[in-house]
Each structure stands twice: as C-alpha cells, then as structure tokens.
Nanobody
C-alpha cells in the first residue's frame, strides 16, 4: 500500500510562487509515474503535470512555462514548482501515483494511489 502526503499549499497573491511537495511511503517510488492534479470548486479534477519513472515530464497547456514538476527518488518525493500564479490556479492540488504504466498519462483512471490534497488559493 502506497501512502501519499501533500504539503505546501497556502494563500498567495497573483504573480507569486509556491512549491508543493508530495512524500510517498510504502512502495518502490523509483518505479512509479507521479502526477499532480487539481480540482476547483464545481469543476472536474484535471491533470496538471506528470513525471515518469524515467524523469520524462508532461504538462497541461494551462500551466506550461509556469509550473515545473520534479522528483527526488532518494527522498521519495515529487515537487510542483508553481510560478506566475493566477487566480484561476486556485484549487485543491492532489498528488497521484501510477504503478503500472510505462509513461505518464493525463487520465485520472490510470492512477492507483492518491493523496488527501492541499489547498492553493491565489488572490487577485
């Protein structure tokens, strides 16, 4: 069983930066594809960014050039560096792990484990 714990969410002004962290335990982190999703009130949970076990990365168009996903296998942790934040980035951000596939996919259905989420609020 894999446990994922997110941290780093808070209130920030538009144009500011945040770094989210997701610490994994209970599995072989180095083998997993990891991703960040977000869910705003009244909206579907959407893919934000993913990083494969091979370190290949994928981003949603809405965050390309502003967000960077990275991983530290020694610490079993994945990060999401968020710059130039906008009010529309306000959401609960979730970390997810996919233990089965070769590459990162944006669909929620492929992810086996999820964290509890961390709230990011961007004020205008």
């Amino acid at each position: 069983q894999v446990q994922l714990v997110e941290s780093g969410g808070r209130l920030v002004q538009a144009g500011g930066s945040l770094r989210l962290s997701c610490a994994a335990s209970g599995g072989t982190f180095v083998n997993y594809n990891m991703a960040w999703f977000r869910q705003a009130p009244g909206k579907e949970r959407e893919f934000v960014a993913g990083i494969a076990w091979s370190a290949g990365t994928h981003y949603a168009d809405s965050v390309k050039g502003r967000f960077t996903i990275s991983r530290d296998n020694a610490k079993s942790t994945v990060y999401l560096q968020m710059n130039s934040l906008k009010p529309e980035d306000t959401a609960v951000y979730y970390c997810a792990a996919d233990i089965d596939n070769y590459d990162v996919y944006p669909g929620r259905e492929v992810y086996d484990y999820w964290g509890q989420g961390t709230q990011v609020t961007v004020s205008s």
